[in-house]
């Protein structure tokens, strides 16, 4: 374990999980007044993954963090915004439900609106900004006399081109060392890795060392790490994706729609381009060319698949060994729905950056990505919990649940979702808890009214009034607010 804040990092792998990492650890690092020399190692032979396209609020709050510029980000990485998700036919066909990612909390004060929301039979998004923001199109922005005013106090998200963020965030480090060669020899000792052995000949030896070598973990594996594996909970291990053109003059929809298909879901994100597209679905029930036939017959017109993804959904038991911490596809990866890889991959890092230097804190890292990536597993099993029993994947997945899931589904038909049902998450940052949980499990129609009426109580008329004076006011301030593409244009053109 390392002791003492190290003074050589070395990140191997160059995708988003690489480049994120030498921006955050060298920001910690520079706030914590410790010299560090930071090398990434990338190769040109074997590429990124090419799909992650749909973020969460934390990037944003990331980029603030680092003093990133976010209109630039939006300028020169093609990015839309993502006010959250749009679930198409999951709870059944022909049934859709918005999740935005606002945190009413930030402007209710507990005020119990959801409560008051489910116990009346209204969509609880609606008392949500986001949810007008996405019903209108919407940038996050009105201009007044020339300046941009934000719409409100909460942080939106960012659909992109994976490779465009990349090289944005690339060019942020520009004081970072980068190779391009491959890792072909891990040499180990007591304290971890010793010294990594390159293609092109040479040694390479650090304090730290970070695997973000996607799914090759190449480090962590020589280190012993097992993958803890979660393909008895979620059905879906494969991914199709490609591409579509955005029509010209189409208004551009600031959410990621997922639709659910026959034996799975398919993504639509929008950059300013094109849209980023594909069928994640279970091969269990699919061939790969069944799976194309079904999405062109779902979209009525021929793609062009660009990869065959497997997906092996799970975690490390240990993704801090010795000297050596494991992030992004190296260390968990589930399934794209709700966007939790880059979000994770974020959080770690935050994590990371206070707890280096700490020799204690190996078995409490990871001890809370354990926590953070089994939470995420037991969000993203939520989704389908659907009525659908139309096809075989359907009635399959419509089997057995986590245990905690199962207990708290049935502690919220009887109450809404609490803070206080979530273990607290280390260093309070940023996790999934009952403001995510709250508008899917109302879209899946798992929160009968009387859960909202236990809340409620004899508050109902002043909460009535506050409920209507909120969507009201969001409502009014969403159609203030720029059309998104054009607010996009216009960071591109002037
Ligand atoms: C189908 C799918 C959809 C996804 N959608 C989303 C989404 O919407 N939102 C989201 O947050 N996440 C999503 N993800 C996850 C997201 O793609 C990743 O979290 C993110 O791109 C980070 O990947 P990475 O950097 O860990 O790995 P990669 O992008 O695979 O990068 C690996 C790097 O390691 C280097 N490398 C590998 N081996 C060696 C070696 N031996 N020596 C030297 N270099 C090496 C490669 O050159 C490359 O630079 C999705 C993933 C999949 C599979």
Same mark, same amino acid.
């Given at each position: 374990m390392t002791a003492l804040w190290p !003074?050589? =990092?070395?990140?191997?792998?160059?995708?988003?999980?690489?480049?994120?990492?030498?921006?955050?650890?060298?920001?910690a690092a520079r706030r914590a007044g410790r010299p560090v020399r930071i090398t990434v190692i990338e190769s040109s032979k074997i590429g990124t993954i090419g799909v992650g396209e749909g973020s969460t609020a934390v990037f944003r709050q990331m980029l603030r963090h680092l003093g990133i510029d976010e209109l630039a980000f939006l300028r020169e990485t093609g990015a839309t915004i993502k006010y959250g998700i749009r679930h198409r036919d999951w709870r059944r066909l022909g049934h859709h439900y918005d999740g935005p990612i606002d945190d009413p909390r930030l402007v209710t004060r507990g005020a119990p609106l959801d409560g008051y929301a489910v116990a009346n039979g209204l969509p609880v998004a609606q008392a949500h900004l986001f949810q007008h923001l996405i019903d209108g199109k919407k940038a996050p922005f009105a201009q007044v006399d020339g300046r941009l005013v934000p719409a409100g106090p909460y942080h939106f998200a960012y659909h992109f081109d994976q490779a465009l963020a990349g090289a944005f965030l690339r060019k942020q480090? !520009?004081?970072?060392?980068?190779?391009?060669?491959?890792?072909?020899?891990?040499?180990?000792?007591?304290?971890? =890795?010793?010294?990594?052995?390159?293609?092109?000949?040479?040694?390479?030896?650090?304090?730290?060392?970070?695997?973000?070598?996607?799914?090759?973990?190449?480090?962590?594996?020589?280190?012993?790490?097992?993958?803890? @594996?979660? @393909?008895?909970?979620?059905?879906?291990?494969?991914?199709?994706?490609?591409?579509?053109?955005?029509? #010209? @003059?189409? #208004? =551009? *929809?600031?959410?990621?729609?997922?639709?659910?298909?026959?034996?799975?879901?398919?993504?639509? $994100?929008?950059?300013?381009?094109?849209?980023?597209?594909?069928?994640?679905?279970?091969?269990?029930?699919?061939?790969?060319?069944?799976?194309?036939?079904? $999405? #062109?017959?779902?979209?009525?017109?021929? $793609?062009?698949?660009?990869?065959?993804?497997?997906?092996?959904?799970?975690?490390?038991?240990?993704?801090? =060994?010795?000297?050596?911490?494991?992030?992004?596809?190296?260390?968990?990866?589930?399934?794209?729905? #709700?966007?939790t890889s880059i979000h994770g991959t974020i959080v770690q890092l935050l994590m990371l950056s206070a707890w280096l230097g700490d020799p204690t804190a190996g078995a409490r890292y990871n001890q809370a990505v354990a926590q953070q990536v089994d939470d995420f597993r037991d969000f993203i099993r939520l989704h389908y919990v659907s009525?659908?029993?139309?096809?075989?994947?359907? %009635?399959?997945?419509?089997?057995?649940?986590?245990?905690?899931? !199962?207990?708290?589904?049935t502690d919220w038909a009887g109450?809404?979702?609490?803070?206080? *049902?979530?273990?607290?998450?280390?260093?309070?940052?940023?996790?999934? %808890?009952? !403001?995510?949980?709250?508008?899917?499990?109302?879209?899946?129609?798992?929160?009968?009214?009387?859960?909202?009426?236990?809340?409620?109580?004899?508050?109902?008329?002043?909460?009535? %009034?506050?409920?209507?004076?909120?969507?009201?006011?969001?409502?009014?301030?969403?159609?203030?607010?720029?059309?998104?593409?054009?607010?996009?244009?216009?960071?591109?053109?002037g």
């Open positions: !003074q050589s =990092i070395v990140i191997v792998g160059g995708g988003t999980a690489g480049w994120l990492a030498a921006l955050i650890l060298r920001d480090a !520009q004081d970072v060392t980068v190779i391009d060669d491959q890792v072909v020899r891990v040499e180990t000792g007591e304290a971890g =890795i010793t010294a990594l052995g390159l293609e092109a000949g040479g040694e390479v030896r650090a304090d730290l060392f970070l695997d973000c070598t996607g799914f090759r973990r190449a480090l962590i594996g020589a280190l012993g790490a097992t993958w803890v @594996g979660y @393909g008895d909970v979620l059905p879906v291990n494969r991914a199709m994706p490609f591409w579509l053109d955005i029509p #010209e @003059g189409e #208004e =551009i *929809d600031p959410v990621t729609l997922a639709w659910a298909q026959k034996s799975g879901w398919m993504w639509k $994100i929008p950059t300013q381009d094109r849209y980023g597209c594909g069928y994640v679905y279970s091969d269990a029930h699919l061939s790969p060319d069944q799976a194309q036939a079904e $999405i #062109e017959q779902a979209l009525g017109h021929p $793609i062009e698949p660009r990869n065959d993804i497997k997906i092996n959904a799970g975690r490390l038991d240990r993704p801090w =060994i010795g000297n050596c911490v494991a992030l992004g596809l190296s260390s968990s990866f589930l399934e794209p729905l #709700e966007a009525e659908r029993r139309d096809t075989v994947f359907w %009635q399959d997945v419509s089997g057995s649940l986590p245990a905690q899931l !199962q207990d708290r589904l109450r809404l979702p609490q803070p206080q *049902d979530f273990a607290p998450f280390p260093l309070g940052l940023p996790h999934v %808890q009952d !403001q995510l949980f709250t508008p899917v499990l109302d879209g899946l129609g798992l929160l009968p009214p009387q859960s909202g009426r236990a809340v409620v109580g004899p508050q109902s008329a002043t909460l009535a %009034q506050t409920h209507a004076a909120l969507v009201a006011e969001y409502r009014a301030g969403a159609q203030r607010c720029l059309p998104h593409r054009g607010f996009l244009q216009s960071l591109r053109h």
